[in-house]
Structure formats: structure tokens, C-alpha cells
């Protein structure tokens, strides 16, 4: 994964949202924080891996890869916001014995723990724990990376509407 490219791109993106919403000297990172957690339920919302009353299956693979990628975007900016975004980063995702919904839980656990600390090793777990929950949707990295280069241009455009 291009992660130093998608660091890049989200950093571009965040400065021009920040300039054109007269932000730059606004702390975003809760804010951030809060944004992050919405996208991770309306992903789980889309994957309906948690809805044991119901028999109605997960939304297409594309709509749950742009709700994926919205949670990069902020997993990314937060990131940025901890200054994480000139690290060199390995990332190791290893085969997880979580199911979707417990892979989901962890991930809550995961941007609390980065929310209190602000540390570059919570910042790498949630990033690797949300790879892996990408991995357990059947999303791959290649995908991941397309999808989030597309979210950023639906971004931009948005930004241009005044959405």
C-alpha cells in the first residue's frame, strides 16, 4: 500500500477544506475523531454484520469499499493531525481470529486508545486493525488504494459544490 501517497493526497485535501472553511487555526482532532467513528457505523451499518435478527444480506461489495474508504480518509488525517504522516510505516497485518463484528469492536477500542494518547504506536494499531477489517470484507489493498484515490476526487468535487 502507497501509504507515504495516500498521506500525500489526504493532506492536500485536509489543507484545502481547512482554507476554504477558514479552519487552519481550529484543533480538529476530535472533531476528526467523532467523524471517524460515524463512518466506522455506517460501514458496519452497510456490512450488516451485527443484525443477527435480520436475514437481508451486506450491501454490494462497492458500497461497503466507499464506506471502507471513508475511514481511511480520517484514519489518515488524524494521522496527520499527530504529525505520523512523514513516519516511515511497515504495516503488518497479520491473519486476525476476529470475527467482522469483533474486528469492528477493536477498532472502536483502537481510535479511543489513539484519541487518549495521541501516540504513534496507537495511531499504527487502529491503521493496521482497519486494514485487517478491510481484509476480512474481501476488500485488497489494490482495491483499498483505487477506491480511495476515486473518494478523493468525489472529495474535492464536493468541496467545490459547497457540499
Known amino acids: 500500500m502507497q501509504l507515504e501517497k495516500l498521506f500525500n493526497m489526504q493532506q492536500a485535501l485536509d489543507q ?3 482554507e476554504k472553511h477558514g479552519l487552519q487555526e481550529e484543533d480538529l ?29 451486506s450491501s454490494e461489495k462497492s458500497v461497503v469499499l466507499e464506506e471502507f474508504v471513508d475511514g481511511i ?3 489518515l488525517s ?4 499527530c504529525g505520523f504522516d512523514k513516519l516511515p510505516y511497515s504495516i503488518q497485518t497479520e491473519t486476525t481470529t476476529f470475527s467482522v463484528s469483533e474486528q469492528f469492536l477493536f477498532i472502536y ?51 467545490q459544490n459547497n457540499y
Open 16 to 18: 484545502h477544506i481547512e
Open 29 to 57: 482532532f476530535n472533531r476528526k475523531v467523532l467523524a471517524l467513528l460515524v463512518e466506522l457505523g455506517e460501514l458496519a451499518n452497510e456490512t450488516r454484520c451485527f443484525k443477527f435478527w435480520s436475514v437481508k444480506p
Open 73 to 75: 480518509h480520517f484514519i
Open 78 to 81: 488524524l494521522g496527520i493531525e
Open 109 to 159: 477500542e483502537k481510535i479511543n486508545n489513539l484519541k487518549n494518547s495521541k501516540n504513534e504506536h496507537d495511531f499504527k494499531t487502529l491503521l493496521e486493525a482497519y486494514l485487517q477489517l478491510g481484509e476480512l470484507l474481501g476488500i485488497s489493498y489494490q482495491e483499498m488504494e483505487e477506491a480511495y484515490f476515486t473518494k478523493n476526487e468525489v472529495n474535492y468535487q464536493r468541496q
